[in-house]
């Protein structure tokens, strides 16, 4: 998985969101990117799940077969892919390169296995793990957000306790943010980021 190609357009440092589904990894990264919007750029996953209600294609992920996305990863187009609650998902090298050619901040959104895979690169992000408060809460809001089917929920809260498991090996991330209050969460990721941030806008201001 060792893999320079992200590497060599090297400039600001990545950045991880892991954490379980429904824990707020979308609803925190969008606020980021609303208010930090030439500051930070998505790298857009391929997957072959389908598409929920509002979301775009090559904005939200590249929607694909599974034909299509096992030919590209033997193809050896992906940095890291994993399969999650039965559907494939990867981040493309295009999907980084893309965001780090403009000098903005690559956000990863990705599951554990993920992360697992990103370890053995060059990319060498800032990793940070969305927490929910509790499984109880968890299961609520993916019940409230009403995108699963009850198979798909069920396979989501088996990986969310594995996950939450995962996020307590010593070393795994970087800094861990309990998902309770929205505002609370949202104001830590940005103090973990701040510095990050400033050093974009910085460089943005003297060219
Ligand atoms: N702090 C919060 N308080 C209450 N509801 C929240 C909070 N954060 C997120 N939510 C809601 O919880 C649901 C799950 O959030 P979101 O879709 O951002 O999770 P996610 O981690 O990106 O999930 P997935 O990995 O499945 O994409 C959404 O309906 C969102 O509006
Ligand atoms: N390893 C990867 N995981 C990814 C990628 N893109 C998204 N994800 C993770 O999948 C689950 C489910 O996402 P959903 O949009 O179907 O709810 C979630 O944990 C994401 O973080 C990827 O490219 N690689």
Redesign the pocket.
Known sequence: MRDATTKAMAGPRPVV?????GAG??TLLKKLMKEYDSVFGFSV???T?NPRPGEENGKD?HYVTREVMQARIDNGEFI???V??G?M???SKAAVQDVQAKNLICI????M??VR?IKRTDLSPIYISIQPPSMAVLEKRLRDRK?ESEESLQK?LHAAKVDMEFSKEPGMFDVIIINEDLEDAYGKLKETLIEEINKVKKVGMSS
């Not at 990863?108 to 599951?111: A, C, H, K, Q």
């Open positions: 969101l892991s954490g379980p589904s990894k979308s996953s391929h997957t799940r992920y890291e892919n994993a999650f609650s559907n998902y990867g981040t990863l959104d990705i599951d296995q993920g895979n995108t989501r």
